[in-house]
């Protein structure tokens, strides 16, 4: 693998209009990032079990889709321990189910139809803090491993980067309000 592989951002986009769904990989894939793609969030939910490999830095998904919405599979992953930025895009978006995304953690907001500049501007965001997350979670569990004496002051700046993420979804929910 070489460096330029290693450092390239993945990106999983969850949309259950064929057509939109499409567009926007072509559009993300355009921006050079990996993409993988998903009708629903039931279809990508088992993969994050699979591998740790293409695990995504990043989420884009619709809100409104059949068998499950994207709040629940947000719950589910925030349950699970997984702190993926997640990006949603909605045509039917209402000041509730953003406050309520928000709270759960979720990244950014994109209403349909929305620009391309601007899918650009909050999937480059999202993937680079949820690429810095990993690293971060990586240096760790390393120094975690190496250093156990180390342990409480890690768990001290683990909690700093929960906090964070919590700042950055409150700035969120400022703008979009």
């Known amino acids: 693998m070489t460096a330029t592989t290693q450092l390239r951002r993945h990106l999983v986009i969850i949309e259950d ?12 894939s355009h ?3 990996d993409v993988t793609s998903y009708r629903h969030p039931l279809e990508f939910l088992p993969s994050l079990a699979q591998t740790t490999a ?3 830095h990043a989420i884009l998904s619709d809100i409104n889709m059949p068998h499950m919405n994207g709040i629940e599979m947000l719950t589910k992953l925030r349950a699970a321990g997984n702190n993926t930025p997640v990006i949603f895009l909605t045509g039917y978006g209402s000041i509730e189910t953003v406050i309520g995304a928000v709270r759960l953690g979720a990244c950014d907001f994109l209403m349909k139809p929305c620009e391309m500049n ?3 501007m909050v999937v480059t965001r999202a993937l680079e803090i949820g690429f810095r997350q990993l690293q971060a979670s990586n240096i760790i569990a390393s120094l975690k491993a190496n250093h156990p004496d180390a ?3 890690l768990e001290k700046l683990d909690q700093l980067q929960r906090n964070q993420i919590l700042m950055k979804a409150m700035n969120t929910l400022r703008r979009v309000s």
């Open 31 to 33: 921006l050079g990032y």
């Open 17 to 28: 209009e064929d057509d939109t769904r499409e567009l926007l990989v072509s559009a993300v």
């Open 151 to 153: 342990v409480p002051a």
């Open 118 to 120: 601007e899918i650009d």
């Open 54 to 56: 293409a695990a995504p």
